[in-house]
């Protein structure tokens, strides 16, 4: 059974920092390119940054380029997201998500996903 856990969320103030994980088991986590997404209330599900099965390609959303940062640990089936200079507008649940086939940018291509967690941004 494939289960991907996210961990980080939290409440912080504009400016800050935070940093989520995303924990997998239940698969051969190296051969998927993992990403991660976001939905905030009221609004459509988003990608924000993937990382590919190596580790040496990355992709970002225009709104988070330059602020976060998508790593990832194959020895500890392990993808993490460092978010620096939070935003009101990066509120939102994040996900994690992992994807057999491509390094993409689609929601709809991915296989598996966590249930999210929670990063609320004050202003």
């Known amino acids: 059974q494939v289960q991907l856990v996210e961990s980080g969320g939290g409440l912080v103030q504009a400016g800050d920092s935070l940093s989520l994980s995303c924990a997998a088991s239940g698969l051969t986590f190296s051969r998927y390119a993992m990403g991660w997404f976001r939905q905030a209330p009221g609004k459509e599900r988003e990608f924000v940054a993937v990382i590919g099965q190596s580790g040496r390609n990355t992709d970002y959303a225009d709104s988070v380029k330059g602020r976060f940062t998508i790593s990832r640990d194959n020895a500890k089936n392990t993808v993490y997201l460092q978010m620096n200079s939070l935003k009101p507008e990066d509120t939102a649940v994040y996900s994690c998500?992992?994807?057999?086939?491509?390094?993409?940018?689609?929601?709809?291509?991915?296989?598996?996903w966590g249930q999210g967690t929670q990063v609320t941004v004050s202003s």
């Open positions: 998500a992992a994807n057999t086939i491509v390094m993409t940018t689609r929601a709809d291509r991915y296989d598996y």
